[in-house]
């Protein structure tokens, strides 16, 4: 029992981890048909793997409503969103539009899900605005490097900027294309290398942390 | 405290104040200063204008509503170009909250240039499981989606005669806000199925981009509203890019001035505390 | 203009006047809508997974194809859930074992041969150019990113950069100019990306803007003007509530 609780996941890792990572270098027909089932399989349990990863709010919720938790009402409004939207989800066949023509669905995700996302994350700009007033300043050399190319960006990549001072579109494109370029592929070989070390340990068996919860 | 400190300490919501009015006052009150095309959206525009009439045309749209300001400009744009060089188009998403976002588009410009459905372009839809959907399709692309976005079946469109996999895919251009994006595309799908591939992406995005660009593994780059304001100059349709354009600049040059003046303010306040410190002593 | 859009005009101006009323501070409408926007992504998300893999991924082609070998995924998808029950939780493991596993071997080869090999490729390129008639040139220009000398400033910066990673022991000597050099390649490209980071921040902001300019379209009946207007008086009259009665202190 100890063996299919602990051992045995890490075998299935082992074993398909070492048989997909060779895959690739075997173009034969056999091998090409399982990579198609199995990436097949993927899209699949990928589903199921979304389901898993939302559900977790249905019972931070529900336990909040029940026990009458302080801001217990926003939480039912988050309930009548997600149950509503289900309802008229299921209502409208799971899609947005059929044949051009909105349903109720695609009205719930036109009118409030993409207004609701969309705003979220444009107030940043407002706080992105406030963050560089109150804490970019030159204190240091690197710093001081640091202001200067973010201006030279940012007044490089309007029209206005270019319009203002002609040289900064040049000089952004060069920062861009060059600078930028040569420090984003060493952060890109280090991550990949990291990646690449991190499979290799999981498929050994010596990064487990995945496996996470459930009684030993 | 001195003038300069305070300043510093100044209530952030008069610096949203600011913000605001610079982006609203040139949205109501456009100028329509020239906008200069970049070489890395001129690759993706070239390579499109290259195409012979009738070849394949991926468009993976991977973006949900937050990058909708910056990427649905850019998707407008391509499909006009795809549609107006009568190319054969192949439109899908791997995100899932970007799915009603994409169907719309998809269907509004083939509408507005006279395309039918499963003729002139498939909208797949979106499906789970990211790079493991590239891969499928590289595989076998009835496998992955065996009916479009409305229920079809995919095996006998005529849009898609003589397409089988990836690898018949001609052009690709993923428009990505994150993962899975333009990196998936290139790594689960070029990599292998070698296909020519285009990037567009969020402004966040875009400078991370540039080392696939450099090394040719994406041979042109549309970043953020600028690259999408540039795409709509090059195909002579100016939309909402174009429009944004001068609220961005203006708010560029608003933080530009808030940040000098914070550093004016800060060494300032450091040289009277300085002056001070020196005289007490 | 069909009601619909002429409701959803009003319904959209409303939620994104809520949540930008958080700039003036945290607020009831903020999180009402905060909360709604969870919830009606999470219902959205379950009902296009439920369309795409129950529906078309799994029913149709079981159905209508034979293809009853869909059944072994969907019996990895059900091991999954078994995280709910604490007693048969280590069963997800196999699930997780397997996603985590198949992820892992793909990953390796194509990582290599798309970050590492290729980019390593594209660093090391010959500094000189051979142009035919014209012999070996070196080329200067600084605006063609292919020219030899923006070549010479890739290789070192990749280079430095990466020894600036790598070797976190102490700097010395030539070890400290190399690794000044790599930090402030480092610093170039942090301003950089913040500039590009300030510019997507704007385009997502002119993009709710430009909408809400769109609704004040007498056509929706005005909605962004008049929504404008009542949730700034909300705003006035809680923060007149919040004054006249503080909340207690606990």
């Known amino acids: ?216 | 405290m001195t003038f300069a400190e305070r300043m510093l300490k100044i209530d952030r919501r008069i610096i949203f104040l600011v913000i605001g009015l610079c982006t609203l006052i040139p949205l109501l009150y456009p100028v329509g200063l020239p906008i200069k095309i970049s070489p890395e959206v001129r690759g993706v525009y070239d390579h499109i204008e290259s195409l012979p009439e009738g070849s394949v045309f991926l468009l993976s749209l991977d973006f949900d509503p937050a990058s909708k300001p910056e990427l649905m400009p850019q998707s407008i744009s391509l499909l006009r170009h795809a549609f107006r060089k009568k190319l054969r188009v192949i439109a899908l998403t791997l995100w899932v909250s970007g799915t009603g976002m994409a169907d719309q588009v998809v269907t509004q410009v083939a509408r507005e240039m006279g395309k039918e459905s499963g003729k002139d372009y498939v909208f797949l839809g979106w499906s789970p499981g990211g790079t493991a959907v590239i891969i499928n399709m590289g595989q076998d692309l009835y496998g992955a989606f065996p009916a479009d976005y409305n229920g079809k079946p995919t095996k006998g469109l005529s849009v898609l005669q003589g397409v089988a996999s990836l690898r018949d895919v001609n052009y690709a251009v993923s428009l990505g806000a994150g993962n899975p994006g333009v990196e998936a595309w290139y790594v689960f799908g070029k990599d292998k199925y070698k296909f020519e591939l285009g990037g567009g992406c969020t402004g966040v995005m875009a400078p991370g981009l540039y080392p696939l660009l450099r090394s040719g593994q994406i041979n042109g780059l549309i970043g953020g509203l600028r690259g999408a304001a540039e795409y709509e100059i090059l195909i002579d349709q100016k939309g909402k890019a174009v429009a944004g354009m001068d609220a961005q600049s203006a708010t560029h040059l608003a933080i530009i001035v808030l940040v000098v003046l914070c550093n004016l303010f800060y060494f300032a306040s450091r040289n009277i505390a300085r002056r001070q410190s020196q005289s007490g002593a | 203009m069909p009601i619909e859009t002429i409701i959803g005009g009003w319904v959209a101006t409303g939620l994104t006047l809520f949540i930008f009323s958080f700039l003036y501070k945290d607020n009831p409408l903020f999180k009402l809508a905060e909360n709604l926007y969870v919830g009606v992504s999470v219902g959205y998300t379950i009902i296009k997974t439920y369309d795409t893999v129950v529906v078309q991924l799994i029913w149709k082609p079981i159905v209508e194809n034979g293809e009853w070998t869909l059944l072994i995924p969907v019996a990895i998808g059900m091991l999954m859930l078994t995280r709910y029950v604490p007693k048969a939780a280590w069963i997800s493991r196999y699930a997780f074992a397997f996603i985590v596993g198949v992820g892992s071997g793909l990953a390796i080869p194509r990582t290599i041969s798309s970050f590492i090999l290729k980019q390593i490729e594209d660093t090391v390129r010959p500094l000189l150019t051979l142009i035919p008639g014209e012999g070996v040139t070196f080329t200067w220009s600084l605006l063609n990113p292919a020219s030899s000398v923006n070549t010479i400033i890739i290789l070192i910066g990749v280079s430095s950069v990466l020894f600036y990673f790598f070797f976190s022991v102490e700097h010395r000597g030539p070890g400290k100019v190399v690794a000044r050099t790599g930090i402030m390649f480092l610093m170039i490209a942090f301003g950089a990306a913040f500039g590009y980071t300030v510019m997507a921040r704007m385009s997502l902001l002119i993009g709710r803007l430009t909408d809400l300019i769109e609704f004040t379209d007498p056509s929706y009946g005005r909605p962004s003007l008049w929504l404008a207007g009542l949730t700034i008086l909300t705003l006035v009259v809680m923060a007149r509530r919040s004054r006249s009665h503080p909340p207690e202190e606990k």
């Open chain 1, 1 to 216: 029992m100890i063996f299919l609780r602990r051992q045995g996941p890490l075998l299935v890792t082992l074993i398909t981890g070492l048989v997909f990572a060779a895959q690739y270098y075997v173009p034969h027909p056999a091998s090409e048909q399982m990579l198609t089932s199995v990436t097949k399989w993927l899209q699949i349990i990928g589903g199921f793997a979304l389901v898993l990863g939302v559900s977790s709010l249905f019972h931070v919720h529900a336990a909040k409503i029940r026990r009458k938790e302080a801001g217990w009402g926003y939480s039912f409004v988050l309930y009548v969103g997600m149950l509503g939207t289900i309802a008229l989800g299921f209502w409208s066949n799971g899609k947005e539009a059929i044949d051009g023509t909105m349903t109720a669905f695609g009205w719930i995700y036109n009118y409030m899900m993409v207004p609701l996302q969309g705003t979220m994350f444009a107030i940043l700009a407002f706080f992105i605005a406030s963050a560089a007033y109150r804490s970019f300043r030159a204190r240091s050399r690197e710093a001081a490097v640091l202001l200067i190319a973010a201006v030279i960006v940012m007044m490089g990549r309007v029209p206005l900027g270019e319009y203002l001072i002609p040289i900064s579109g040049d000089l952004s494109q060069w920062i861009l294309n060059v600078l930028n370029a040569s420090v984003r592929r060493a952060i890109l070989i280090g991550v990949s290398l990291g990646t690449v070390a991190l499979s290799i340990k999981i498929i050994f068996g010596m990064e487990r942390s995945y496996l996470g919860g459930g009684k030993e």
